[in-house]
Every structure is written in C-alpha cells, then in structure tokens.
C-alpha cells in the first residue's frame, strides 16, 4: 500500500518484479492484479474519506483560529452529489500579524499535488521583519488558471484589506491575473 500510495499508476508487471525482488515471492499476474486494485481501493477511499470531512476540518479551524477566512466551492455533478472544487484558508492569526508586522510584498504561485487525485496548490507568502518566509494564505483547487486564481485572489484582497491594491505590490510568475 506504501508503494502504490506514492506510486498509484504502478503496472501490473512493476508491481509483481517489485513483489519478487523484495519479498523473493513469485505471485501470480491474476494475484498481482487483484492486489493492486484492492490496495487502490483502499487508498482512493481514504481520500475520499477525507474530503468528505472538509467541511468539519474548517468548522474546527474556525472556532480554534477566530478572525479566519474558509472558503469551501463544491460543485453538483449531476446525480445530486457535490463534488470538491476549491478550498481557501487564511489564518486570523497569521492574518493579523501579516498586516501589522511584514510589509505590503506578496508573492503568489501554485504548485502540483502528487497522488491519485490531481490539483494544485496556490500560496500567498510574505516576509516577515527577519526576512523569512511568512505564509498569509493557501488554497488547493482542481487546476490552475485564470478562474482558480481569481477566486483565490478575491478572498486574499478581502482578508488583507487591499481594497484598490496602492501600495502592495504582488509577485508572480502568471502572465496575467
């Protein structure tokens, strides 16, 4: 489970010559096959489980963190299921001491998630009066585009109180935002 975690579109034939190297074991194709599709079951259920518990985590992020902003876009997929489509969060805490300890300089960027379900990660840092790196706010979504970061940016600008955006400056490596 370790190696398809990390590795969920392991073959079949990877899996069995990985099975035979390290455990000196010769299953059989069929066996191999069964295991590998039972292993992902368990795993995709996992995560599904977890996202099914996102709205109880910001809950809890909520009534520890005041003066935070969750923002959660599910999106119907037809047959009356939601399915997860966005998250944002800003920590009151951080929030607060962004505005009253680091200068107006965000810089923006996402990154991949590596796994069986795809999406990226969005950040907004600062520096703090040490020069180090202070994270302000975080997402993940299904992609990253134009739309992704606007939604991202409208709560940023809200939280940070940026109103017109004179004297911030923001860096990125977008072409246009």
Known sequence: MKTLR?????????????????HNYKATMSKCFRVRAKALALIVGDYKG????IRAYANELLTK???STIKIAVENNGDGNCVFKSLYIC??????????GCRKVLSI????LKGPWNGQVLAAVGRD???????VAWGVTQREDKETWLWFMQFLVSDLQMEEGHGWTIISDQQKV
Do not use: T, W
């Open 6 to 22: 990390l590795q969920p579109s392991l073959k079949v034939r990877e899996l069995k010559n990985l099975i035979e190297k390290k």
């Open 129 to 135: 009066a040490n020069n180090q790196i202070y994270p």
């Open 109 to 112: 960027d996402g990154c991949f």
């Open 65 to 67: 963190n005041k003066d």
């Open 50 to 53: 977890q996202f099914g518990m």
């Open 91 to 100: 920590l009151g805490p951080l929030k607060r001491g962004f505005l009253e």
